[in-house]
Nanobody
C-alpha cells in the first residue's frame, strides 16, 4: 500500500513561485506514474501534470503548460511540482496521485491519493 503526503503549499503573491513536494512511503515507488491535480473552490478536480514512472516523460494540462514543471527523484521517493509565474487562478488544493503503469489525466485512473496542500495566490 502506497501513502502520499503533499507539502509546500502556502500563500504567495501573483508572479511568485512555489515548489510542491509529494513524498511517498511504500515499496516499488519507481513503478508508479504520478500525477498532480487541483481543485479550486466550487469547481471540480482538474488535471495539472503527470510524470512517467521512470521520470523520462511528462505531460501538462493546457492551463499550466509553460509555467509548471513536474519532476521526480525516485531515490528519495518524491515527486515535485515547480510552479512559476503564479496567477490567482492557480489558487486551489493541490493533490498528488499515483498509479501503476502509464500516467493518466483523469482522477479515477489513479489508485493512491495524498491529503492535498493548499495553494493561495493573491493579486
Amino acid at each position: 500500500q502506497l501513502q502520499l503526503v503533499e507539502s509546500g503549499g502556502g500563500l504567495v503573491q501573483a508572479g511568485g513561485s512555489l515548489r510542491l513536494s509529494c513524498a511517498a512511503s511504500g515499496r516499488f515507488f519507481s513503478s508508479y506514474a504520478v500525477g498532480w491535480f487541483r481543485r479550486a473552490p466550487g469547481e471540480e478536480r482538474k488535471f495539472v501534470a503527470a510524470i512517467s514512472a521512470s521520470g523520462g516523460t511528462a505531460y501538462y494540462g493546457d492551463s499550466v503548460k509553460g509555467r509548471f514543471t513536474i519532476s521526480r527523484d525516485n531515490a528519495k521517493n518524491t515527486v515535485y511540482l515547480q510552479i512559476n509565474s503564479m496567477k490567482p487562478e492557480d489558487t486551489a488544493v493541490y493533490y498528488c496521485a499515483a498509479r501503476v503503469s502509464a500516467y493518466g489525466t483523469t482522477s479515477n485512473a489513479y489508485d493512491y491519493w495524498g491529503q492535498g496542500t493548499q495553494v493561495t495566490v493573491s493579486s
